[in-house]
């Protein structure tokens, strides 16, 4: 008899094996499973690093501001505007990718790019601020 002992999702198991003859053409038997009485060990979850949020500038007096924000998550794969830049509505601002798809981020409203809040690489969120235009 061989002895073994396996872990399935965290659970110990000792199992035995009987050795028997197969010339007639029956196949090994194997014994039930046995629990063992040792606690499980716990499988710990890797540490992430935490993200760093970039933060908005605060909106000027004087001028509106309107941003522009992620309408899902994903991973800039360019940004199509610089600071400076005069958008019309419909402009194609930010070139995402989520869900293996590429989307276009566009501008709803004519402006001005005051800032740009993201760089391409980054990770980004549903919600997150991508451009602020000064209307």
């Known amino acids: ?27 090994p038997r194997v014994a039930e499973p ?17 993200v760093e949020k970039k933060t908005a500038p605060a909106p000027t007096a004087g001028g509106s501001d309107y941003v522009i924000k992620s309408p899902l998550p994903g991973i800039v794969l360019d940004i199509l505007v610089r600071e ?9 601002v930010i070139l995402l990718e989520a869900m293996k798809m590429e989307n276009n981020i566009e501008s709803d409203k004519d402006g001005v790019v005051k800032s740009i809040n993201v760089t391409k690489g980054d990770g980004i969120y549903e919600g997150d601020t991508l451009v602020i235009l000064s209307c």
């Open 1 to 27: 008899m061989k002895e073994y002992r396996i872990n399935i999702n965290g659970t110990n198991y000792n199992v035995s094996i009987e050795e028997v003859e197969t010339s007639n053409g029956n196949s």
């Open 34 to 50: 046995v629990k063992t009485t040792t606690a499980p060990t716990p499988i710990e979850k890797p540490q992430s690093a935490p």
């Open 84 to 92: 400076g830049d005069t958008v019309k509505a419909g402009q194609k």
